[in-house]
């Protein structure tokens, strides 16, 4: 049922935890990995400084991802790995179409059944509305 699986991931703790079940549905569907992390794009910074920044943010990102996909790849998993700059959730859905994926498998967090438009800005609030594939959200 799968083919490209695109996972969106922070570098936090919780990243881990997505892959993994992004690889098992991979391993299941033969499906092939792409790792994605997005630096949120600051607006209204021009200049030297900000090429630093953000190579800096850059070269940390990819390290952690090259990590990860040399873990998925001892696997027999195809994977791949990208590093973009911009808005995540847009970035996300854009990435997404243009590699033909049919699944992205996203972190979330439990929604607060009190408060739940608290969580209606978030990046797995954004992919999953606006992605034209299935998503899954991994709690």
Known sequence: MFRKILVPVSLNERASEIAEAAAELAQQHSASLTLLHVIEEIEDLDGDETESFYEGLRERAEASLDSWA???????L???????????????VRRAESLGCDLVVVGS??????????SLGTTSHQVALMAGCHVLLVR
């Open 70 to 76: 040399a873990k998925l790849a001892e696997r027999g």
């Open 78 to 92: 195809e994977v791949e790995r990208e590093v973009l700059i911009g808005k995540r959730g847009p970035a996300i």
């Open 109 to 118: 967090h439990k929604v607060d059944p009190d408060d739940p438009t608290r």
